[in-house]
């Protein structure tokens, strides 16, 4: 399906920031456009980590692994 891109290092990384972002967006409950973006931005990054395939590095022609 999708050439992995995302190597070791990067992924885990991703990980503990997509899963930062979401606990702080459950912690926190203000609400508001800064709100959400830290939603969304914990799923994109958590997917890219799961999927081991980052789009902006396809984009790029860039490969961490």
């Known amino acids: 399906m999708f050439t992995a891109n995302v190597g070791t290092t990067d992924r885990v990384l991703r990980i ?10 459950f912690m ?3 609400m508001g456009p800064w709100h959400w973006a830290k939603a969304v931005f914990g799923v994109i ?9 980052c789009p902006l590095y396809k984009v790029l022609g860039t490969k961490t692994n």
């Open 45 to 53: 990054v958590l997917g890219t980590a799961v999927l081991n395939f």
């Open 16 to 25: 503990l920031i997509g899963a930062g972002l979401l606990v702080w967006f």
């Open 28 to 30: 926190d409950h203000g």
